[in-house]
């Protein structure tokens, strides 16, 4: 069920109040857990990946970035879909 | 409950987007805007290239773990420096909001230096305002898809050079230039260069105000740092209105008009698009193009200038104006704390880190000459820039002897060595079971390059 918020923002403001903050906390997240964090020592499943570190420094960037949209996506849904729920005037 | 979920000012935020087309505009601040940009992105785009050391002079070396900034070398352990550097930057932002408002946002703010970068060269490409409005409503004809096709690859080159610089932040530049000349460049630094040459083509060249009102938090928050003393640009509605259009050389005042001329200069030249002389508005970015427009058009009219100008609320209330009010002076005092704190801890920063770990295998082992021994694994780290030899020696308990496999420590510059000693006692001089020794490791060359480590020393213990 839509209401009239979600109607009336415009997908392309959907798409920025998502995909920004949650880029500056992945930038914010990635600096901190990879300064605790040496790229070697993350061997995922013993799986023997022939990884260069910037691969490794972005592939982290990449998952904290998709984490941030999965909490932002949340936070969108939760603000926007049922907000006008009850205080409709018709 | 009969409330609508949707406010007037709510909808406006939401508009569907119109494009616009500032007028260029010349003056003082038109001047210092200009400067400001050059000076930045000339610091920006100049920095990888200059060289220290015979390395590049300020290089984030991402694989290899080390931040260079000239002669300072960061290393992960160093993260608190980084973390001070951005509350520090935090501050200064709330110090200088307090006192100048949003000069940050008018002159030094990347979008802004950035989108100025990018409106000359479209001003150059696709001429003046008027010029650019007709061509946008005009018939897709060759000569426009020329035009735009030109503005569209300079920004384009514009870009790249603009994420080329920014991975040279990390990888070498002239290791980078060499890959790319030999097109060698790996997947992941190409994708970088990609990635912030198109956000930089996307904000500077298409977003542009977008990115003020719906990205920028500080553009939400900077009113909580503001007060009646802070520098705004406002328009003097006393002095303008009624505003109207009159004759040059007409006497305002007995056609019952103010100062303003409804020349609407001010609009056309707002970068974001809104309408001074409505007052105060969050959207402004005070980037005072609307002063010099105007302070142009005074000119013309023979009026005095400053019918929009900078000011501060009391000012324009006529009450009397406080620079050094509790609010700056907190700031202030904090942003010198910090500066203070930063300053004082890279000075006394010793680039040496010693780790102790005490073998696990063993408690304690008896040597053949009746003492207890404990063995540790030592992690020497050298965060100078230069090889250190270094001397080792132990304390905590009397008569200890410290043994190593090789007493000669030289650790390479940026480098970690590992190291095997053992601490010697004897059972009649110990405390207790588990007592603590250090370890002191003192550079032979430099007197302030030294470091102490606790470790525990266990025995068999008395009864």
């Given at each position: 069920m839509e209401s009239a918020p979600f109607r009336a923002m415009p997908r392309s403001q959907m798409a920025i109040a998502v995909l920004w903050p949650s880029f500056v906390v992945a930038i914010v997240a990635t600096g901190l857990f990879f300064s605790a964090f040496h790229p070697r020592e993350l061997v995922p499943f013993n799986l023997d990946l022939d990884l260069s570190p910037l691969a490794v420094y972005s592939v982290g960037f990449f998952i904290f970035w998709l984490i941030g949209i999965f909490c932002g996506l949340g936070t969108l849904y939760f603000t926007l879909v049922n907000c006008g729920a009850g205080q409709r005037e018709d | 409950m009969q409330e609508k979920t949707l406010t007037p000012e709510t909808q406006g935020l939401y508009a569907a987007h119109r494009k616009i087309y500032p007028r260029e505009v010349s003056g003082r601040f038109a001047r210092l805007r200009v400067l400001s940009v050059v000076v930045l992105l000339g610091i920006y785009y100049l920095t990888p290239l200059l060289r220290w050391d015979g390395r590049?002079?300020?290089?984030?070396d991402l694989p290899a773990r080390k931040f260079y900034i000239f002669g300072l070398t960061l290393w992960p352990q160093d993260f608190i420096y980084l973390a001070a550097l951005l509350i520090l930057a935090g501050m200064s932002l709330f110090f200088f909001t307090a006192l100048f408002g949003r000069v940050w946002c008018g002159y030094a703010c990347p979008q802004t230096v950035w989108t100025e970068a990018y409106l000359w060269m479209e001003r150059k490409i696709e001429g003046n305002r008027s010029q650019r409005m007709k061509l946008d409503k005009g018939p897709s004809t060759a000569a426009r898809i020329r035009t735009k096709a030109l503005k569209h690859t300079v920004w384009i080159l514009f870009s790249l050079w603009t994420g080329f610089t920014f991975v040279a932040y990390f990888t070498p530049m002239d290791e980078l230039a060499d890959k790319l000349l030999t097109i060698s460049l790996g997947p992941w630094e190409s994708f970088w260069i990609l990635f912030y040459s198109f956000a930089t083509y996307g904000n500077a060249g298409f977003m542009r105000e977008q990115v003020c009102l719906y990205m920028c938090p500080y553009a939400r928050f900077q009113s909580a740092m503001f007060d009646a003393n802070t520098l705004i640009v406002a328009y003097h509605p006393e002095r303008g209105e009624p505003r109207g259009s009159r004759r040059r050389g007409a006497d305002p005042r007995q056609a019952g008009l103010?100062?303003?001329?409804?020349?609407s200069i001010c609009v056309q030249v707002c970068p974001t698009g809104i309408d001074i002389r409505e007052g105060l508005?969050?959207?402004?970015?005070?980037?005072?193009a609307c002063i010099d427009a105007c302070d142009e058009v005074m000119d013309k009219m023979s009026y005095p200038r400053g019918l929009i100008r900078y000011t501060t609320e009391n000012s324009t209330l006529g009450k009397p104006q406080r620079l050094l009010r509790p609010r700056v002076m907190i700031y202030a005092a904090i942003l010198l704390l910090l500066c203070g704190f930063l300053a004082s801890s890279l000075l006394l920063r010793v680039p040496l880190e010693l780790d102790v770990i005490r073998d696990?295998?063993?408690?304690y082992r008896d040597t053949p000459d009746g003492l207890i021994e404990n063995v540790y694994t030592l992690k020497i780290l050298n965060m100078d820039e230069k090889s250190h030899r270094y001397r080792l020696t132990a304390s905590g308990i009397d008569d200890l002897k410290l043994v190593l496999d090789n007493p000669d420590i030289e650790v390479a510059a940026g480098t970690v060595r590992q190291l095997i000693a053992r601490i010697q006692a004897d059972?009649?001089?110990?405390?207790?079971?588990s007592q603590s020794v250090s370890f002191h490791l003192q550079a032979v060359d430099s007197n302030n390059l030294q470091t102490v480590e606790e470790a525990r020393f266990v025995g068999p213990g008395r009864n």
């Open positions: - | 590049q002079a300020v290089l984030f103010g100062d303003c001329i409804d020349c508005q969050y959207e402004c970015i005070a980037c005072s696990r295998n063993a408690l059972e009649l001089k110990l405390e207790s079971r």
